[in-house]
């Protein structure tokens, strides 16, 4: 069902309804505030007691720019949907909602729903992309707005910003960048949006690469594979992620920081720390070169610097599963 025809009359601002969630979130609400769209609901999540909550809350966002916020279970429910269509939208956003809205919803605002995801479309479609591309050693990431569909991240694109990688940068670091490329192309865009004017550019679906949520235990060092993928495996989820990890003596030893590998090779088996390094950090031998650990944590203690643990005559090798190493 579309909406009927407007009556013509003094020009209004653009009614507008937010999905959000995360930093990514807020920082877009505000844009799309500061821009002159009337938000007349905010959509968000109720917070996952068994998630660690780093980021900013859209419902406490929603609340100060005094907005209604609602967080229902299932958005593309028959009754939300015609709760949605009752306000009559231009325009719909869905800034890191998780969920994906279905056919109904996306068929509701006059001008456009448009999805902002954390990736250079079509490349890392998905669940965590800025953790997959530190682990998978990209230099370059970005921002895509695009128009939606009925897949994941897989409709027009409207507008993309890139956003270089640094090799020291983190999950954390990396999230903060993405975050303001993401408020700079909602900015930038929104007038095109409102005029109905919104480029679309269809996407490569044949260059599409998709990723799913990561969990905990995808954090385990295999310390065969060389010192690169396990420096950026380390790096995407250190904190506030719950970390990459190894074993040593029977117990779950966390890498919260190693130095980037230098090129150099070694002789010792994977897993062996063979020195402390140059930067104060213990360097640790994997299947091809050398990684310098600067911060761990084995688990039930404090983060120290790695190279506190070692004594006269410590003989430390990590392992890769429970038990493993000496």
Not at 244 to 266: C, E, L, M, Q, Y
Request: proline share 8%; glycine share 10%.
């Amino acid at each position: 069902m579309s909406n009927p025809p407007r009556a013509s009359g003094p020009r209004r601002p653009p009614r507008v309804i937010v999905f959000g969630y995360h930093d990514i979130g807020v920082a877009c609400l505000h844009a799309v505030r500061e821009q002159g769209g009337d938000i007349v609901l905010v959509v968000t999540h109720e917070v996952d007691p068994a998630e660690n909550v780093w980021f900013a809350s859209v419902a406490d966002a929603a609340a100060g720019l005094a907005i209604r916020v609602v967080a229902p279970p299932d958005p593309n429910a028959p009754a939300f949907v015609e709760r949605v269509r009752r306000l009559e939208p231009d325009l719909l956003f869905s800034f890191y909602y998780r969920q994906l809205l279905g056919p109904a919803l996306l068929a509701v605002p006059r001008l456009a729903a448009v999805n902002l995801h954390g990736s250079l479309l079509p490349k890392y479609r998905g669940r965590a992309p800025i953790n997959w591309a530190l682990i998978h050693g990209e230099t370059l990431t970005g921002v895509t707005l695009h128009h939606m569909d009925e897949r994941a991240d897989h409709g027009d694109i409207i507008a993309q910003r890139a956003v270089p990688i640094a090799v020291e940068d983190t999950a954390l670091s990396l999230s903060r960048k993405v975050t303001e490329a993401a408020r700079s192309v909602v900015r930038d865009t929104y007038p095109s949006l409102v005029a109905g004017q919104a480029p679309r550019i269809p996407q490569d679906h044949a260059a599409a690469t998709v990723f799913g949520r990561r969990r905990p235990e995808d954090g385990l060092i295999d310390w065969r594979v060389s010192a690169w993928p396990i420096y950026n495996l380390v790096r995407a989820v250190t904190h506030p992620f719950p970390g990459a990890f190894t074993w040593w003596n029977g117990r779950r030893v966390f890498i919260w920081k190693a130095w980037p590998p230098r090129d150099h090779r070694s002789v010792y088996p994977a897993g062996r720390v063979v020195a402390v390094g140059t930067q104060g950090g213990l360097e640790v031998a994997t299947g091809a070169g050398i990684l310098e650990v600067a911060r761990l944590q084995v688990e039930g203690e404090r983060e120290v610097d790695a190279a506190e643990i070692v004594t006269a005559g410590t003989d430390i090798v990590f392992g890769g599963t429970a038990g493993a190493g000496g």
